[in-house]
């Protein structure tokens, strides 16, 4: 972390990049919360509520997909556009849409301009950022563009060309940037077995959650031999974790008459293929959350929870720090100094950075459900069903079992700042509180001693 701040007394008051991305998204979530407070924005010209609206907008900003009204029934034109255009800054980032609007006026990067957009972006160097920039929004355009195109084939004989069109292109950004918002009011449980709509959607999910480092590395050495270990990492999680979840829902689910039990035999392979890889932070679904069996719902936390990778759309603690700290469990047990993978040596301060975030990720879970266990307390919900709405408003999922819309208002605070923590990172968020960040290396170190572990 760089801090932008000059010696002068005046320049005191600037900001290092954290902070910036953590104003920047709160002051776009107050805009978005604005906008959807204004009457024109519901459909029975009625302002919906301060606390409904920041719910909302946090939700489209941050790219859950937790919502306190029908997406479809409640909102007008007008804030559906508003929601959409909140989901698209909130996918790519306000940094690199802020960067776009400067392109095309032809304005001059800045030097903090770039180091924000290497925090945001998880970037390594301050290198390339602006052609990563370009890539990001091209590519990004791109994919949703031909996934609107392929969801319309779909879409327009079900529901008319002009209100075709638009849900395609709504669903298509919603699912690329693995935000779970949908018009249908259903979410996918409509098309549960409908094979065009199931793979445009999952692909887009996969595609958005992968990171967009991967897209330029794959793009760019063709064979995974020559792939950076980053984009091995990620493809190697991401593989085991979507294998890994279709078999086990499959199994699960098979003869649950309320979800996959009464499906074809081809249904049932959609849908247990779909519900794999949604939890990783996309929030649409093809089944009922509050009909699934316990075991497959917690599969579902922990999927929720790990996410997606670095430089994506998507939330959670992501598929590499999981992968960094098993790498760092397997070298313990098997006696290896290094952690290695794919003849490649992994630091022993990224397994610790792993660690960090993990425990930190893994604290803010506990805590909020245990706050929501207090403010729900009189409510119908089961315990199980409060630790999944916390889980997915940290990993900014938005799969819910049906209790976000009966959250009394202090719970809906509650997962509305829940729901920011996980969009910017609890690492970058707790950086921004921090006075000065530095790595401390003095000019001594203390006498080593071991204690027991185990």
Aim: a positive charge; glycine letters at 10%.
């Amino acid at each position: 972390m760089i801090a932008i701040n000059s010696k002068d007394k005046g320049n005191q008051l600037k900001l290092n990049p954290a902070q910036t991305l953590v104003l920047g998204f709160a002051g776009l979530i107050l805009i978005g919360a604005t906008l959807l407070n204004l009457p024109i924005a519901s459909q029975s010209g009625k302002s919906i509520g301060l606390i409904d609206s920041l719910f909302t907008s946090a939700s489209a900003v941050c790219v859950t997909g937790l919502i306190v009204v029908n997406t479809a029934a409640h909102w007008t034109i007008f804030g559906k556009v508003v929601i959409l255009v909140l989901i698209q800054i909130g996918g790519l980032g306000f940094m690199t849409m802020a960067t776009l609007i400067a392109l095309i006026l032809g304005k001059r990067i800045t030097l903090k301009e770039r180091l924000i957009i290497q925090e945001e972006l998880n970037h390594f160097t301050l290198s390339g950022v602006v052609k990563l920039i370009k890539y990001i929004i091209i590519s990004t355009f791109t994919i949703e563009g031909i996934g609107a195109i392929l969801l319309a084939t779909r879409f327009i004989p079900k529901y008319g060309y002009l209100k075709g069109i638009s849900f395609s292109i709504f669903h298509s950004i919603s699912a690329f940037c693995n935000a779970g918002f949908d018009l249908i009011g259903t979410s996918m449980e409509t098309f549960v077995s409908d094979f065009v709509v199931n793979i445009v959607i999952g692909l887009l999910v996969i595609i958005g959650g992968l990171g967009y480092t991967v897209y330029i590395d794959i793009t760019n050495n063709k064979r995974f031999k020559r792939f950076s270990l980053h984009t091995k990492l990620v493809l190697l999680i991401s593989g085991i974790l979507l294998l890994l979840g279709f078999i086990l829902v499959f199994i699960i689910e098979y003869s649950n008459p309320e979800t996959l039990g009464n499906l074809s035999f081809k249904g049932k392979i959609l849908a247990s293929w779909f519900q794999s890889l949604v939890p990783r932070t996309a929030g649409f679904n093809s089944v009922n959350m509050g009909s699934i069996r316990d075991a497959t719902a917690f599969l579902i936390i922990i999927f929720m929870f790990i996410g997606g990778s670095p430089s994506s759309t998507a939330g959670g603690i992501k598929t590499t720090t999981i992968g960094a700290l098993v790498l760092g469990m397997a070298s313990v047990i098997m006696g290896n100094e290094d952690i290695q993978l794919f003849k490649k040596r992994i630091p022993n301060d990224l397994v610790l950075r792993s660690l960090a975030v993990i425990g930190i990720g893994l604290a803010i879970v506990i805590l909020v459900t245990m706050m929501l266990s207090i403010t729900e307390g009189g409510s119908d919900a089961s315990f199980l069903d409060v630790l999944f709405e916390a889980t997915s408003a940290f990993g900014t999922v938005g799969l819910s079992r049906g209790i976000t819309s009966d959250l009394s208002v202090l719970g809906r605070l509650i997962i509305t700042f829940t729901m920011f923590i996980g969009r910017v990172g609890p690492l970058t968020l707790a950086f921004a509180f921090a006075k000065r960040r530095k790595r401390k290396k003095g000019n001594f170190r203390y006498p080593e001693e071991r204690i027991l572990v185990g």
